[in-house]
Structure formats: structure tokens, C-alpha cells
């Protein structure tokens, strides 16, 4: 399996460890892959871009990049993850530049981590034991370099040292190195992104960036964390600022194991996985397992299946992006997946006795708040099965997004179908009306089925405006009970998920969620609206200007035109000129 | 880090309220500290309001709140206990969401309920124009030497409603032990000596200052507006630490009791420990007089929590309690649970004796607690938008023991969401003045001044409310 070279073990993230023995004729296999795909992508001239050079809000690192950055800096350090207070928005990737300015609190969490940073170095004797000043600001200087992520300038290093001497006039030189490393951990340097660019060369209003400025872009975006030496190298030989530089570095990159985590940061909260773990099931009227005290299945439900229904997508996506096409038609489509034994279950296959399996961690901080664990990972073992053409197709008929979307006693089709709306097509439903009408139910005349229930909804002329698309969407759906498990007959009626898909160029009816997964696969519309996605997320904003949608229009038309290929995608964006260039701005 | 016993030892911190303790005699002066106590949805008003007498609703009017448990409207009844030191307010609207047409009515109700301001999209994402009336406060009543505010949510709610200035939306802290770690961590960690380490703190904090100044001056605006603010905020710090951990270590010094320790919640996940936990923590921020100004903004109450049930109480309830009667019970009892919060927060504050009063005076003596929310009902509207403030003793000029009625005849442009009432209540703008004012602020205008009446009127926002005050 090509895939377990891609995501074998990662220390300390999302991690595989692998079972299975892997041989250097797929690693090689890997390789040419990624190879042939950036000689590829790298065959559209540069003329045909749109040449927009990015606004460039100043970027801060988000807590997950903080600790990261520590982690991979300090690896001889143990440290525990820092929570900040941090402002997030529903809706809004982690990463937008505009909710990201400091407030008291922020700037408070930095100064007591970089406190309890410099106490727990002290205490795994990190720091050496400097006999002279030298020593002491040699030290330092190397870290600057370090946490800084690029070249410290000849003033910072004047800064620098002004600051250690006049610590050292009155205090003793080990104090001095914690104090100088907590200075650095504060510092904007470390904590922003600060981006200059190379001003003499502004050229029609757009400013090249530094090579080194480049790598930290690359590596906060691909591995959400620190730009390894490779990188570096290049940056530091002015080798990271043409396009076809950086497309070349950006496969390296994605044929990282690193990469994992980083491109999961933005899947995970495109997909809105982290809703996962919230979700609750009435256990009185689904049936989940043969136990009567609902305090054991409910925490079954929240501590062990939930957390698998999301890894299993995270695996799943990684599986497809690096080791199978990687296009948005395979994600939506295959019905390769993998599964714990208890996700087997949930549909209804059995593990193949040969199946090898691997174990795949989560970081606990990356899973639901209601997870209740000591350590800092879930994990679990996966075994690859291929489930049933019939009943499932790629990412929608997981068992973990039909799940999320759901009633304690039954499906959303709404909440499904917005869902779909809103992150595959780009349409943001209007709000309910104040005088909703209620789902009535008459007595004696109960709903036998799920879609009986919401029907009201496409027959009542004040909700069908509106809910004929949601619901139109969401009925296809209807295969598929609040877990996720696939069912014909509800009450004993056959199930009817027939449905109709509106606001895209394939319109029209649909039979089920494989006849949805089909037609969205085969959309122009949908392949626009990942691109767009992966842009916001890209760039960490959304208010874009004019020439903004003009690059986009271009990246849509490349996505579109690769066939859907999302890691050509995401190196289109990241070699594009407004991943190259800031904008001036005007006096 | 902070060894878990000496966080619980901390957190114990408690006493038996104090209720029926005698009161001291009212003194004309301002309040000391301020909490916001914010909740989602709306309540039912039927089951929220009060009425005594035939009086008319079409005009405004005041009385006496019931001695009468029963007769108190079942929402509110927890608050019973409180019932001579606490006003009701029946009679505004978020008059200035309803005209603002910039974006959905929970984002409007988010951005409008605690500034008052309109609000506006910044990069996508909707944000109010103006500081919120917790901050404003907090600048008034703060000394530099404490921590600002504290923002804590309960229940991961889904957007901070507080603001440190135009578009600039504060954090919420939502777990307790990380909350806890904030405001006492360095001391606990250190354990010695507070002065030298302070000082040390604050010289590296300086010099980080120069740095952020330095390197603002290099970048485009938004580069150099995110770096002096941060600049800024490491001078505050740099001065709030000024004999902070001395008062960090007094305050950890406290003998606190009655606390189970495990009902300490580690992460964000258990709605009432974690309400404890920051009503706790609020209490010790206030006895130590670490921080004068808190929020806490509690999240969606489960069904499984209001009704014993599994349904959503979002979409099956909230968004029809006027049309049907199992959705209005259940917001009737959604509000109850919110009251009970209320009356837990007012319970320990009332428990304690405030340190820096006359002596027998408690927290709760010199503390305005204010509960709001974002919407007037849980069918998105912004009339009867229900407002509760408890606490004083120690300032009096708030009618405490009135339920204050102002009617719906504002006529407001567009109509408004409820076009079959002649018009809104008063402009919300009008509380946060009387609150300003309270706390010795020289103000008559909190956010919006003037809003577009119906027909080319105009509203006015100003001033304090009728009746409160």
C-alpha cells in the first residue's frame, strides 16, 4: 500500500503506526507520482495568471501552530499543549486574519507560557551552563534564528544583544537566558507573521516576498508548523520565489508525512468534523447496543465511537489526497474506506480475516470538548475494507457526517441538506422566518417516516420557498438512520430518498445519496466552491477584492480543468502570484 | 505547572449565602464591580413577564415586585430571594439590530446586544462597531494594576459578544482550569519571591515593547494597527503586574471551603461544574480585587438539561414558542434554569464579605450583576428584550424591588419584525446609559444615538431609561 508511506508514524501528531511492511518500490511509486504531477502542473505559462499580489493581513500563529512550532523547536523538551483564549467563529476557518488582533488576554497567555516554557527548560536542563556572555548571547541568537524561522537581521541582533547587557548589569547570566528565550517567545517575530518583502523591487504595485518569507507561508500552510531545513536551504539561497521554486518545494512538501496534519486543519473544519463529537442520540428509540443503562451507551457513543467516525474520515481523506487520484470525484465517490470494528458494525461489513490494521491517533485538543481522556491522543486501529457500491459513496455517506447532522430520534434531512448547501455549493440558505409552522403532528395521524415528518415542509407554501432546496437535498439522505447506519424500511415502510438537487450546473432530480455523490462529483459548480474554500482558508480571509476574484476565477478553471485533482490545487494556489507578492498600499 | 491539589484548594473557595443576613443601610455611591450575565435565545415572554393589577399596556408603569414567591412569573422565580435588590426590566427592544440590515438576526443580536452599535462585516465576519458596555465599564471602574475583564463562556456558545473597541471581539476563556491557570498561574509556579519576579516580567515585557514598536513600523496598515495594539496591551500588562503577584499570592493564601474538589472540570465539558468553577473564580477575582469587570456568557442549555428530553431546543422549541405550547413551556423552563444560574452567582457573591467595603458589606453589596441576551425571543426577535439586574446595597439610585414596564409603541423604520404591534419598546441604548451612569460615568450615549423611526422619525437612544433610574 502506497498509503502507509505517506502516513506512517508522525511523533506526535496525527500519527499511523505501521503494521505493514513497506518496500521501497512504492515509496518509489510515491515519488514519481507527486513528480509527475508537479511536471504537470507546472506546464500552464505564467503569463495566463492573473498577476494579484495578496493584501497580506499580518497573520499570528493559531494555538495549534504555537504548539507545534514549540514542539518541533524544542523536541528535546517536554511540554504540555498550550490552550489560548482564542476568538473563533462558526463558519469562519481558524485562521482568518481579521478576528486575529491581540486582546489582554492573548498577550497574557503568551507571557505566562513563555514563563512555564523557560521553568520546564530549566528543569530538563536545556539551557547550557555559559561561562562567558558570549556563550549566553550566542545562545540566544541561534534560537532567534530558530523561533524567528528566517534570518535574524544585523539590527535585531544589535536589538538582541543591547538587551541581554543591559540584563546582565545587575542580573546573573543563567537568569538572563531564561528571561532572553521568554523575550524571544514574545516577540512578533515568533508570534506574527511578519511580512516585508522586498520594497526596491516593487514592480506595478505588487511587492515580491523574501524567499524566507515564502517557506514560513509554505510550512504554516502544508504542516502547519516550522519550515524544515530543506526549505530553509532554498530560502536561504534565493531559491523559493518563482513559481515553478516553489510548486517544486510545495510537492516535496505534500509528499511529507507533515502534511497531514496540515491539510487536515483545513479539511477538518471545512467538513465541520469537530461537530462530530456533539451530536447526541436518544438511545430510547435507537437502538445502539444491547445494554439498559443509557450512561454506558451514551459514553460509548461520545468516548469511543464518535472519535473513530472522525478519524475514519480523517484517514480516509488522507488515503485518497496522497495515495489514490486525490481528486474531489474519488473523495465523493469511493467506497474505499477504513474501520475499527465498531465502525464495521455501523455498516454492517465484516473485517476481512487478513485485514491488516494500523492505529491512528488524534490529538485529544483536536477532538470533541466532551472527550474525557488522560492522554493527549485517541487512538484506535483501522482496517481497510471496501464497503457496498450499493449503500455508500465517498465522503457524504460516511458514517461520521451523516451522524453530525442529525436529531437524538432521527435525521435532519435540513441539516443535511444545508450542509451540502453550504460547504459543497457555496450557498448560504436564508434564514427562518419568525412564524415558522410547527412540524404538527395530528393525533392518530403520527409520521410513519422520517420524510412524512418534514414533508409539511414542501407542502406548506410558507416554508417550501426555502426548504425546497434544503430538504430537496437532505431527502436523499434519508437511506441512512442519526448513526450513520444505512436502512430500506423505516416503521416498516420503505424508505423513499428520492430528492432533488437545485443551484447547481447538475440540477435535477435525484434517486438517493449515490445518485447526489454522483452528480456533485461530475459539478462544475462544486469544484468551483472546494477551490474557493481552499483559497479563504490559503490567504485567511474572506473579504476579497476585485482582483481577487479574477485569480480565483483562474484557480477554479485549473481545478476544474486537472480534472480535480485537490493537491494540484493546492500547489496552483500556493505558487500563484498572490502567494508570491503583496500589494503596496498606497500613501 | 500548577500542581492540580493546589488549584482545587484554590477553587474550594466558598460560604453559605448569606441572604437573610442583616442588610446595611443604603449609601449613595457607585457600584464597585460589574457582571454580565448573557444567555442565548429569548425567553417565553408570557412565561417571563409580570403584571399586577389591570394596568394598561399601552403605557408605561412601574410596581412593587411580589413578597409572594407565587406570584413571581415562573421564569423568574429563583430570583425570588433577590427580589429587594433586584430590577426587573420589561420594556426594551434592540431597536438598532432591527433597522441594521447587515446581516442574519443571531448575528445582529450577537453584534447589537452589548454595544448597542451596528454592526459590520470585516473580512466576512460580522462585527460590532463599537465597545461593548462591559469594557466601557471596565475602563471606568479598572484600575491599570487589574486584569481589564474577564470573558469566560459556559457550554461553548457560539460567538464572544464582548468588544474592546470597533471589530475588535474579545476571547472567551471556556476552560476553567485554563481561566484559573490565567489569573493565578505565575505565582502558584513560582511559589517565591513575587517582587523579583515581577520585575523581571516587566522588563522583558518592555523590551518586547520596543520590538513590537519597531517592527509596526515596517508594515502595511493592518501590520501596523495588529502590532501597536499589541504594544499596548504589553505596557497595560506591564503595569497590571505591578504588584499583582503579591495580590495573586494573598489571594491563594484565602481558607477556602465547601467545594467538592472533584467537581472541578478539567475541559469545557460539564455545563453546571463549569458554571461553578467561573462563579467561583469570578468571586476570588473580586475578594482579591484582581478584576472588577466579568462576563459570563452561558451557551445553549441542552434539552436533556431544561426538559429531561433529547430534542433540540434550538430549532424544535426556541424558534416556535408562538405557536406552540410545548415550545413555550419549554423556554418558560429554559429561562428558569438561566434564573437559577443567576441566583447561584448572586448567592456566592452574597456569601462573601467584601474586603475593600465598610465591613459588612458583601460582594454582592457593591456588585451590579445585569442579565441580558441576544435575542427577545427564541423566534428571533428583538422586542421585549428581557433584562434583569441584581445586586447593590451599596448604591441605590436603580429602583431595586420594581418591575419597570415600558410598552411597544416606538414606531420603527421597516415595521420591524412584529408588524402587527403599533412599534418596539425603548432602545436597549438606554439601559447601558443607566448603567454608565451608575458606575459614575459623565455619558448620555451608549452606541447608537439616534435610529430611523417609521416615516422619517427619528429615535432616540439617549439618556437613561425612564423608570430604572
Redesign the interface.
Known sequence: MIFVCHVREYAHNYCLVVKIQVSLIVFFSSWLYMTLLFLLSCSQPEQTIPQVADE???K?LTTEQYNNTLRDIFSDVEL?PF?F??????G?YDN??????????????Y??A???IT?AMDEQHYFPQCGDDDCLEGFLLSHAELLWRRTVLLEEKN?IEL?IRG?RED?DRS?VMR?GM??LL????FL?F???GIPDQEENGMIPLQDEEIANRLSYLLWNTVPDETLREQARKGELHTREQISQQAWRMLGDQKSNEGILQFFVQWLQLEQIGSA???FDQIWLMDEDNQELISAFLHQQLQPEMRQEIEVFLLYHLFEQEGTLAELLTSPQTFVTPNLAALYDMDIPDDAQSFVWKTKKSALS??L?LDELFFQSSYFPITLSSQERSGLLTRVGLLHKKT???HPSP?QRGVFVMEQFLCLAPN??P?????LEEIEGEEPLTNRDRYAQHTTNPACYECHKMMDGIGFSFENYDPLGRYRTTENGVPIDATGELMGADVSGELENAIHLSEKLSQSRTVHDCVTQHWFEYSMG???WREEDYELLKYLKAGFWESGGNIPELIVNVVSSPSYRF?AA?ED | MISRRSLLRLMGMGAAPSILRPRTAFANTAPKRCIVLFTQHGPWYEGWKMRQGNRPEDQHWTFSLPNIQSEFSQSLQPLFPFRDRMVVVDGLGLLSAEVDASGLRHELGQAHALTGAYMNLLGGVPLSTAPSIDQIIASQISSPQQIPSLVYGIGEPPISVNYSGPMQLLPMTTDPLQAYQSMFGTSIAEGGDFSALQAQQIKILQANERQYDVMAQKLGSDGKRKLSTHRDLLHDLSIRLEGLEERRAQCSTFDLIGVDPDSIPESRFGYESAYSSFVHLVASAFHCDLSRVATLHLGQLSGEMVLGEFVDIHNNYAHEIWIDDDAARAMTLYYRMHAEHMAQLASMLDGLIDPFGDGAQTLLDNTMIVWVGELGDGAHGFDRWPAVVVGGNGFSSFRYGQYVYHPSNIPIFGKGWYEPLPGMAQPHQKLFVSMAQQFGMDTDTIGEAFLPGDDGSTIDCRGPLEGLV
Not at chain 1, 96 to 109: Q, R
Open positions: 497580506a493581513p499580518l499570528r504540555p490552550q483564549s482564542e476568538v473563533r467563529i462558526t469562519f482568518n486574519t481579521s478576528i486575529n488582533t491581540a486582546s489582554s488576554i492573548t498577550v497574557e497567555n507571557q505566562q513563555a514563563f512555564f521553568t536589538e538587551v540584563w542580573l537568569l528571561m521568554q523575550y514574545q516577540s512578533p517575530q506574527y511578519p511580512e516585508v447526541t442520540i436518544d470538548s466532551t474525557e436529531k437524538p430520534s435540513v434564514p427562518p419568525e412564524d415558522v409552522p410547527p480571509r474572506k473579504d503583496i498600499e
